[in-house]
T-cell receptor, first 112, second 115 residues
Framework: QKEVEQDPGPLSVPEGAIVSLNCTYS??????FMWYRQYSRKGPELLMY????GNKEDGRFTAQVDKSSKYISLFIRDSQPSDSATYLC????????????FGSGTKLNVKP | SQTIHQWPATLVQPVGSPLSLECTVE??????LYWYRQAAGRGLQLLFY??????ISSEVPQNLSASRPQDRQFILSSKKLLLSDSGFYLC??????????????FGPGTRLTVL
C-alpha cells in the first residue's frame, strides 16, 4: 500500500466552479500536510501548509485535514483557467522533517 | 528573498554517458537540500538529501550520487546513465529554522532524456 494515495484525474471543470482535491494516507504519524501546484514543465510551488487537523484558508483556497479519517482536501473556490495545473499533496511526520511523502498529483483543467 | 537555481533546464544524453546536474540556493545559509525525480504521471521520489556540507543521505539505491561541496550548492551525478534515469529532476531546499522550517521550496527542474 502506498503511503499517500491521490486520484490522478484529470479533473475538468467550468470556470467559476468549486473544485475539491483529495488525498488519503496510511501513516498516522503524519502531522504536517502540504499542497503544491505544478504547472506543466515547472517545479512545484507551495500553496498551502497545515499542521495537524483543522482548516486553513488563503484567498480562494481552503485546506482541510481530517486525521481521524486520514484524509486531506484542498478546495478551490471560483476556479479560474489559471488554476489549471497538477496539484500534489505532501505530508511528513514529526520524527523526520527531511522525508516528504508525495501523492502522484491530480491534473486539473478549468475550462473558460 | 531566497531563490533556487537549477541547470541545465533540459538535457539529452546517450546511455552510458556521465551526468552532472547543479543546484544552488541564494539568500539563506545552511539550508537542507534535496534531490527528487519525477517520472511522467507519477509523484516525486526523494533521491538524496543533505543537512550540511559533505553530509549526504541516500533514499533509493541506484546509479546516481550526490555531493554538497559548498553550503548552498548541491550536485547530482552519475558515471553511466541508464534509460530508466530519464525524468524531471527537482532540487528543493528547506530552511534550517524559523516559521517555514517544515516547508520545502522547489527549483525549476531539469528535464533529462536518456536515449
Amino acid at each position: 500500500q502506498k503511503e499517500v494515495e491521490q486520484d490522478p484525474g484529470p479533473l475538468s471543470v467550468p470556470e467559476g466552479a468549486i473544485v475539491s482535491l483529495n488525498c488519503t494516507y496510511s501513516n498516522s504519524a503524519f502531522q504536517y500536510f502540504m499542497w503544491y501546484r505544478q504547472y506543466s514543465r515547472k517545479g512545484p510551488e507551495l500553496l498551502m501548509y497545515t499542521y495537524s487537523s483543522g482548516n486553513k484558508e488563503d484567498g480562494r483556497f481552503t485546506a482541510q485535514v481530517d486525521k481521524s479519517s486520514k484524509y486531506i482536501s484542498l478546495f478551490i473556490r471560483d476556479s479560474q483557467p489559471s488554476d489549471s495545473a497538477t496539484y500534489l499533496c505532501a505530508m511528513s511526520a514529526i520524527y523526520n522533517f527531511n522525508k516528504f511523502y508525495f501523492g502522484s498529483g491530480t491534473k486539473l483543467n478549468v475550462k473558460p | 528573498s531566497q531563490t533556487i537555481h537549477q541547470w541545465p533546464a533540459t538535457l539529452v544524453q546517450p546511455v552510458g554517458s556521465p551526468l552532472s546536474l547543479e543546484c544552488t540556493v541564494e539568500g539563506t545559509s545552511n539550508p537542507n537540500l534535496y534531490w527528487y525525480r519525477q517520472a511522467a504521471g507519477r509523484g516525486l521520489q526523494l533521491l538524496f538529501y543533505s543537512v550540511g556540507i559533505g553530509q549526504i543521505s541516500s533514499e533509493v539505491p541506484q546509479n546516481l550520487s550526490a555531493s554538497r561541496p559548498q553550503d548552498r550548492q548541491f550536485i547530482l551525478s552519475s558515471k553511466k546513465l541508464l534509460l530508466s534515469d530519464s525524468g524531471f529532476y527537482l532540487c528543493a531546499w528547506r530552511p534550517p529554522e524559523g516559521a517555514s522550517y517544515n516547508e520545502q521550496f522547489f527549483g525549476p527542474g531539469t528535464r533529462l532524456t536518456v536515449l
